[in-house]
């Protein structure tokens, strides 16, 4: 694995193709380079796949996966994608332990293109596009929102107000937008209420 965009640490995320593939035979996957020393792996998680053929996503591996240390010697663990090791090997000091991941997976069809993830990839796109539909759904049906908040039960005080909206809070190392969402109706800008602020970021991959 590579390194999280502008950081030399942080190899925890991948997202790879396997094609060829044959019905019935058990294939083996060893991803070497993690960095953390806890993984939800160790607690259950198993990995995720999409098939093109089906066209899904589903959860592989059962009870074949595991996260436990490694033994890649200090001097070659850079060559591994930490580029935290590299770092402590030029200082003098000892490279960090890093831990593998592996797991199994048996195709049920040939021909097939598979897709491995630790989770269901969301890009930055993804999220844009769905600020963008929540707010078109907002000015068009402000009751079917999942963001809708209404004061009391039934009210119809905010029937074609606006109660969801998107604007750029500011930009990434990468230039991408960081929006804000901001949530309420014209009613509740008058009214004495809490505030609440909802943080979530996504990967940079």
Not at 65 to 83: E, K, Q, R
Not at 134 to 154: E, K, L, M, N
């Amino acid at each position: 694995m590579t390194s999280d965009f502008n950081r030399r640490t942080k190899t925890c995320w991948f997202y790879f193709r396997v094609e060829g593939a044959r019905k019935g035979v058990r294939y083996r996957f060893r991803i070497v380079n993690f960095e953390k020393s806890d993984s939800l792996f160790k607690q259950g998680q198993r990995v995720l796949c999409y098939s093109c053929a089906t066209e899904q996503w589903f959860r592989v591996g059962g009870s074949h996966v595991s996260y436990l240390p490694n033994d890649i010697h200090t001097l070659h663990a850079a060559s591994y994608g930490a580029a935290a090791a590299e770092d402590e090997v030029a200082g003098g000091g000892e490279c960090p332990q890093l831990y593998t991941l592996d797991f199994s997976f048996e195709p049920t069809r040939d021909g097939d293109t598979f897709y491995f993830a630790p989770c269901f990839p969301y890009s930055a796109r993804d999220n844009s596009q769905h600020l963008s539909s929540v707010q078109v759904r907002s000015h068009s049906s402000p009751q079917i929102v999942p963001f809708c908040i209404f004061p009391t039960a039934g009210s119809t005080d905010f029937q074609g107000k606006d109660h969801v909206q998107v604007s750029s809070l500011c930009l990434t190392p990468c230039l991408i937008p960081c929006e804000l969402v901001t949530i309420t109706g014209d009613l509740l800008l008058s009214l004495s209420c809490w505030l609440a602020l909802i943080h979530a970021r996504l990967q940079p991959h």
